[in-house]
């Protein structure tokens, strides 16, 4: 076997992966799901922030990120403990308690990324432990000349911004804005000449958001008048 | 000079002249005044002080030198004055505002005949007429390590500082080399006064030891906690021994960039080290070559934007980077990758503060002060409702009842202690009962609270344990960076909860989601921000459950501080027939005249504001304050009839 490949134990499992790899990264490529939010493939630090993807570890303290860990030969990792199902609900259940919890009604119904985590958790979108308490801010933030950006279902992960960081050419960047519970996305210097017809093709952003809280401003007029054809014709029935 | 003399015959060359000037001014022909200017002594008007001093002895044609000095920590007596006078010993003056300078000048500088006992202090020196500073119990038990010389220097005089020994650490440091200068760090267990207490020496070590350069150290004046001041202080009263720590954490590291962090709301500050930057570098102790010995340091001055999160040394380094404040996972730690992924020392203003001193007087020395855990000495910026509020260094392991009762002068107007908040808006409410806990990082974490960077609050028993949690965690919450989910939306909920409580609208299960939740913060957060953020929350939990329980059970908030769930009222035994100072107070116009010509207030109107506590006078003290509000008594009263009312007019 070459010095490139590093063994570990992921929940029993062994398994076998290049040098370098996060961890998060190595167990998604062996089948072995851990939710996360705002980690993408190919990230040289991982912001760590939605603390989804928390592990232990044997012979560390506490709960780890495992995206932001490479990892190392003879590594012992835990992936589904009960405490660390119990942090993931809680966490869940904090970054829902934003929204309203009506799927039905939005664009990225059945590709959203929460949908999926929901059910390997056994978790309701909408929070009943905790209060619903939306963002102090306007639901819709229509600041960009297309893309509308709906701050309470926004789960703050970041990856827009670092596929827009990307974008070298890019006449602005996202960031983040505002501090603490009202933390949003920034369109700040959205309204620079040009900005609407790169953004119009890029929409790497768009396509990044794990839980459809960006899309097309044109997008999701069509969405909303389809909702309003949709409840009409279920009215007429 | 010649070419070839060592670091230390350079400078000891330069102290020859500093010395000269210290004499003239400590054994003086003509008066010289002392004058407190640091940013908290300007707060209590040192500014009209020395304006006046200047006009009274123009006037009188007096000569006396004026030395605006910095702080020397004791908030409550500001604006301080030391006058020594040919053949007194220095004499220290409290609250001398330009009325009483213009007194000193015309009673005593003016022929020194009548020292004005009525405003004097004490004497900073033994001698047989005056009563000195060790007679106070503050100074008694007070040991200077870090502020030895804050308050009896003149800050914008590099001599002042050569004169009291200053820079001989960083000249015995160049001798040593880097290596010798770790290690007598690591003898001394100096730890980190940042918060974490993290060994300095170890950190020195792993940044030392990293490959890549060039390499860098910080300064970290963010000193982002409320009611903290004591970085701020060190960096007006003091600046030259903050730099000469950083040139030696530089030199120990091997480092070529040094930047000082400091917040832009402290523009004293900025301006004093600025200036101590640029006289250092005049004398040759910065630059290309520091005192002949090759090495060669620039320091530059960053000014933050006033962001609690970025005293984060991460989010720092991202602040310095130009991004947003928002901290970063670690590992890599900064040692080993910092600021522009180089490898990059961070200490706190205290830290490098100390560092010269134990360059100085070796690690032997250093170790006798404070326990063998945490050596040295710790200093607090104690608030709230104590006698002598103010900055106060005492050593490691002394008992917080001691701090608080000896050294503060215990609560003020003698009422009862009821609580300590340490370590800053997320350090722990500690009571009466853990008072022993002696201050040092570890004994602090275990009961709860912790260092932090020194802010202390204390406490009367008119303070609601519950809205201080409250309080405290609206203010973390609007701190957060926003980055993380436990921390941001986490900590939202703990307030919510704790509103709903102080309202009166909370339940028992919402006292076990805060107990939950917050050891779910603990545990999930990314940075210490989110970490120790529910440390008020889960210590009053501990503490003072019986208050919450009050809270949720009986609506009643005992510490009667709880707006929705007090009520005022006049008690007609008390309140004087025909007195209406309470009338015009009421900015609802809630108070009415009942049928026998007392007072009383409609709560329909009233907003509990207490304005009328204050208003009615002391000899009567008829308003009374009562939870939950349905305590109020019946006392029958009835409006006076409108006619009547009319006739009063
Ligand atoms: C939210 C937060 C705020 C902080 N603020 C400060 C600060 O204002 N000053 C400071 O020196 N350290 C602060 N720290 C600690 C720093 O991250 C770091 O540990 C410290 O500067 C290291 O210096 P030391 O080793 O000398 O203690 C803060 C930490 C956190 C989590």
């Known amino acids: 076997m070459s010095d490139d490949m590093v063994v570990l134990t992921v929940d029993g499992l062994e398994i076998k992966v290049p040098r370098g790899t996060k961890l998060l990264q190595a167990c998604l490529d062996n089948g072995i799901y851990i939710p996360n939010l705002c980690y993408l493939e190919g990230m040289e630090r991982p912001p760590s922030s939605c603390r989804l993807c928390l592990v232990e570890i044997e012979g560390r303290p506490g709960p780890v990120p495992s995206c932001s860990l490479e990892v190392e030969n003879g590594m012992v990792v835990h992936t589904s403990t009960d405490a660390l199902r119990r942090l993931q609900q809680t966490a869940f259940r904090l970054l829902v308690s934003t929204n309203s919890g009506k799927c039905s009604l939005c664009m990225a119904n059945k590709r959203c990324e929460m949908q999926r985590i929901a059910k390997f958790l056994h978790m309701p979108l909408r929070t009943k432990r905790l209060r619903h308490i939306p963002k102090d801010m306007p639901r819709i933030i229509e600041e960009h000349p297309c893309i509308d950006y709906e701050s309470n279902k926004c789960v703050l992960c970041g990856r827009c911004i670092y596929v827009c960081g990307r974008q070298e050419d890019a006449p602005f960047h996202l960031d983040f804005a505002g501090r603490g519970f009202n933390t949003v996305i920034s369109f700040f210097g959205s309204e620079l000449p040009g900005v609407a017809e790169y953004c119009r093709d890029c929409g790497a952003c768009i396509a990044a958001c794990p839980v459809g809280a960006l899309s097309y401003r044109e997008d999701r007029q069509r969405f909303l008048q389809q909702l309003e054809r949709n409840k009409a014709s279920r009215a007429r029935k | ?649």
């Open chain 2, 1 to 649: 000079m010649s070419p070839e003399s060592t670091p230390s015959q350079r400078l000891a060359d330069m102290r020859q002249a500093a010395e000269e000037q210290w004499r003239e001014l400590h054994e003086p022909e003509i008066p010289v005044i002392y004058v407190g200017n640091a940013t908290c002594g300007r707060a209590a008007g040192s500014q009209e002080t020395i304006a006046s001093f200047e006009e009274s002895l123009a006037e009188k044609g007096l000569e006396a030198r004026l030395v605006k000095v910095g702080c020397l920590g004791h908030c409550y007596a500001e604006p301080l004055v030391i006058i020594h006078y040919p053949g007194y010993p220095p004499l220290m003056y409290q609250k001398v505002g330009a009325g009483e300078a213009r007194v000193l000048v015309n009673s005593f500088l003016k022929d020194g005949s009548d020292p004005c006992f009525e405003y004097l202090f004490g004497a900073l020196e033994p001698n047989d007429t005056f009563p000195t500073l060790m007679d106070y119990p503050r100074y008694l038990f007070e040991k200077r390590v870090i502020m030895e010389h804050c308050g009896l220097i003149d800050p914008a005089s590099l001599d002042h500082y050569l004169a009291v020994g200053g820079y001989q650490g960083l000249a015995k440091a160049l001798e040593a080399g880097s290596r010798r200068v770790v290690q007598e760090i690591k003898d001394a267990h100096l730890r980190g006064r940042g918060g974490a207490g993290f060994p300095t020496g170890i950190k020195w070590e792993i940044a030392a030891n990293a490959s890549r350069h060039p390499k860098v150290v910080i300064c970290n004046g963010d000193e982002g906690d409320p009611g903290a001041y004591m970085d701020r202080t060190l960096m007006e009263s003091n600046p030259h021994q903050v730099l000469e720590g950083l040139i030696i954490a530089a030199l120990a590291i091997g480092a070529s960039r040094a930047l000082l962090y400091i917040r832009a709301e402290y523009p004293l500050a900025v301006e004093t080290i600025q200036q101590a930057i640029d006289a250092a570098r005049e004398r040759g102790l910065l630059g290309a070559d520091i005192l002949g010995s090759g090495f060669g340091l620039e320091v530059e001055v960053f000014q933050g934007s006033g962001a609690f999160v970025c005293g984060e040394e991460t989010a720092l380094i991202q602040s310095i980077q130009g991004n947003r404040g928002m901290p970063q996972y670690r590992p890599p730690y900064p040692a080993v990758a910092g600021l522009d992924g180089l490898p990059t020392v961070i200490n706190n203003v205290k830290t490098l503060s100390t560092v010269p001193v134990i360059m100085r007087r070796g690690s032997n020395w250093f170790k006798q002060i404070g326990t063998e855990n945490t050596p040295g000495t710790a200093i607090f910026s104690v608030v709230g409702d104590v006698e002598y509020p103010g900055l106060v260094e005492v050593p490691m392991g002394v008992t917080l009842e001691h701090l608080i009762t000896e050294v503060c002068g215990g609560i003020k107007d003698g009422k009862p202690f009821k609580a300590v908040q340490i370590g800053g808006p997320s350090g722990g409410c500690l009571p009466a009962s853990e008072l022993r806990t002696p201050i040092d990082f570890d004994s602090l974490r275990q009961a709860g609270a912790m260092m932090g960077s020194g802010g202390m609050v204390v406490m009367n028993d008119e303070a609601c344990m519950v809205e201080v949690a409250r309080y405290f965690v609206d203010f973390t919450q609007n701190e957060s960076c926003g980055k993380c989910t436990f921390c941001r939306v986490g900590t939202r909920h703990l307030l919510a909860i704790l509103q709903e409580i102080t309202k009166g609208e909370g339940s028992e299960e919402d006292l076990e989601e805060l107990q939950v939740l917050s050891e779910s913060i603990i545990q999930g957060s990314l940075c210490s921000l989110g970490k120790t953020a529910p440390n008020p929350v889960l210590t009053t939990l501990r503490f003072f459950r019986d208050e919450y329980l009050a809270h949720v059970r009986e609506k009643r908030c005992p510490a009667l501080m709880c707006r929705e769930l007090i009520a005022y009222y006049i008690d007609l035994e008390a309140c004087a027939r025909g007195c209406d100072a309470c009338v015009a107070c009421c900015p609802t116009e809630a108070i009415f005249t009942t049928s026998n010509r007392k007072k009383a207030i409609d709560q329909e109107k009233c907003v509990k504001c207490g304005e009328c506590v204050y208003a009615c006078p002391p000899e009567y003290d008829a308003v009374r304050k009562v939870s939950p509000p349905e305590m109020i008594p019946d006392q029958g009263i009835e409006p006076l009839a409108e006619t009547e009312e009319e006739d009063e007019k």
